[in-house]
């Protein structure tokens, strides 16, 4: 039980000291560096928010941090997103990522299994948390991961709208009274090229010189 507490301590210290550290302006350039890497594709991050989630709720208390930035340089995957996902098991939802680890590993204990001895029930107990911590920490990490595909995906195709319509209201020409006329790249082309031939020709007519 004391090793147990104390590694629940190193995880806050170094989690508090993670936090810190995003939460500075530094840490946050770093960060959204990362986040929005467009050298990764969107299946890489969400594996990493998958991989983070997963460190973070299975029993590996004062380790997680390091096995996240390990795994995350060994793998190649976004370091920011296991970092921040790996944090799950913060102060305040630890009492529930136990409370839901020990649930879920009921599942996989007898139901007719009572131990006879105060050691017994302790190892019990302790068995049923870790069956139940992997539990639910793989079935946490494929959700995130498809939530953070997801997400990422819906992002790309707001900015890509946004996009067209930013192009489609720049080639918009408005006229007083009128009402404003849609225009495509070919047609916006082929309307520069009639107004510089007839401004070439309006200029030679003022020289008096003829344009065939």
């Known amino acids: 039980m004391m090793q147990i507490r104390k590694a629940l301590k190193m995880n806050f210290i170094k989690s508090i000291k993670v936090a810190a550290a995003l939460c500075s302006k530094k840490g946050l350039k770093k960060l959204a560096v990362q986040l929005y890497d467009p050298n990764q ?65 009921s599942l996989w204990m007898p139901g007719n299994f009572h131990g006879t001895g105060s050691t017994q029930n302790l190892n019990a107990h302790l068995q049923q948390y870790i069956y139940g911590s992997i539990s639910l920490a793989a079935v946490a990490a494929v959700v995130t991961g498809w939530l953070t595909f997801a997400t990422l995906k819906f992002i790309k195709f707001v900015k890509k709208y946004r996009l067209e319509a930013g192009i489609k209201v720049k080639l918009t020409l408005a006229y007083p009274g009128a009402q404003a006329v849609k225009v495509n790249l070919p047609q916006a082309a082929f309307i520069c090229y009639i107004l510089l031939v007839l401004g070439v020709r309006y200029k030679h007519a003022l020289n008096g010189t003829r344009v065939y």
Do not use: C, M
């Open 41 to 105: 594709s969107d299946e890489r991050k969400a594996f990493s928010a998958a991989l983070g989630v997963f460190l973070g709720i299975i029993p590996i208390w004062g380790f997680q941090t390091i096995s996240a930035i390990f795994l995350s340089v060994f793998f190649r995957l976004n370091k920011a997103f296991v970092l921040i996902f790996s944090h799950i098991s913060l102060p305040p939802l630890l009492p529930l990522v136990i409370f839901l680890s020990y649930k879920a590993g």
